[in-house]
């Protein structure tokens, strides 16, 4: 423990034993220096801050003038509970170890001259430049920026006085999102050793002894449900399962078989929400509207065209005039609509092309966010009346720029991209306040048969 005073060193020690007599196995740092990543997935009240907070603080004291990065999803979470929760890292100190805390940069300085830093993971860009021995990263699955993981990795390039390698200890509740899937398709796809991972998962259940009765009362309606899984058990859902749109809703339209009159022609913009269009991607996306009486209605929708590329403004101008003078199903026809949100670069582009002489609509979602929009259309995916082409070579499979389109909308809102989603929501929209698209039960034909000769049945409840 460096030059920490003896009375120190037995405080330390005395709180050392408390903890490996109280934690369970699953909330102990794995021993060795091969790997390089230790991922904690586990359900709400499960121990994950305390472990975290419990190996920054040992490694610190034993890793004299070392630097430790403390990450978490906001500055409320840095500050309140990773440094001065009931469970955090000051918690775990006693007070003469420590030397300086500034409460409002959330940086922690040990008498052996360990440091600690706090960190948003909101603020990759923050990450770049300072480097670390360990870092431990809160509720991971919370991060709103995959970038944070990358510069925080680049950082950890220091080895310790007694010369341990840099680890981090990642603790979270699990979302299927890419910065955790990312680690655990590494992780079953190379095996621990050779990627260098440890993952440790576990259940509310097993810290039961510590956590209110009435906690426990409240999470018990969620048994059974995905949330449930997620929230309680750890568990890892796929994007694809838990996502608004499912896969299995998308019909395809068999590759021989030739493209339906088109009666309405919708193209769907969704443009970087600055005019710095460099910085963003832009997607695009066509659609069809179609009659096809079926059970569920009497107009299908067909995806006709996609992509999402980074532009500047010009490029962008010039690529939505090309699109317009594209020309779709027999007879051939140019869009009627060409669909913008009404935002940022949307209001510029949408301008420009108005003078150019395209048929623009503005695209108000008013106070809807991303996820509203999304269920507000997603029965009409899941009752039948959206198609995409079959590919010409691997027959039951979408064609290969469609395979994008369909991932992103599964995966939402999980994924780290979004902007087919913003594409689609917006001209299903479209096209149903106009009439185009709806589901319509049709009513089978016995039901417009009645039995003269069987009387009116009694209501069994009148008495």
Sequence with gaps: MGQIAVDLRLEMGRRRMAWLEEARAKQLTPPGEWWNTWLVMAGRGFGKTRLGAEDVVWYGVNEPETRIAVVAPTFADV?????????????RLPGKMIQ??????????????????GFVATEPERLRGPQFHRAWCDEVAAWEH????DMLNFGLRLVSP???????ILTTTPKPVPIISTIVNKWKTKGPEESGIIITTGSTHENKKHLAPSFFKEITQYEGTELGRQEIYGELLDMENAGIFKRKWFKLWPAKKALPRLEYIVQSWDTAFTQ?????P???ATFGAFQIPNQYGKWGVMLLDCWSEKLEFPELRKKAIEEYNSEYGTPPRRPDAVLIEAKGSGLSLMQELRIAGLPIRSYNPGRADKVQRAHAVSHLFANGAFYVPESMVRRGSPRDW???FITQLCTFPYAQNDDYVDVATQAMKHLSNNEFVRVETIR?????????DVNDLANPYAA
Aim: proline share 6%; charged share 25%; hydrophobic share 25%.
């Design 100 to 117: 300086k805390y500034n409460r409002s940069t959330a940086e922690l300085t040990l008498v052996n001259g360990t440091m600690y830093f």
């Design 162 to 168: 007694s010369g341990k390698g840099p680890q981090k």
């Design 146 to 149: 995959p970038d944070t993981m």
């Design 276 to 280: 710095r269009t460099h910085s963003d």
């Design 402 to 404: 469609v395979e994008p």
């Design 282 to 284: 832009t997607a695009y």
């Design 444 to 452: 089978p034909e016995w039901e417009d048969y009645v039995d003269d």
């Design 79 to 91: 500050q309140k509970v990773c440094f001065e929760g009931d469970s955090g890292i000051i918690s």
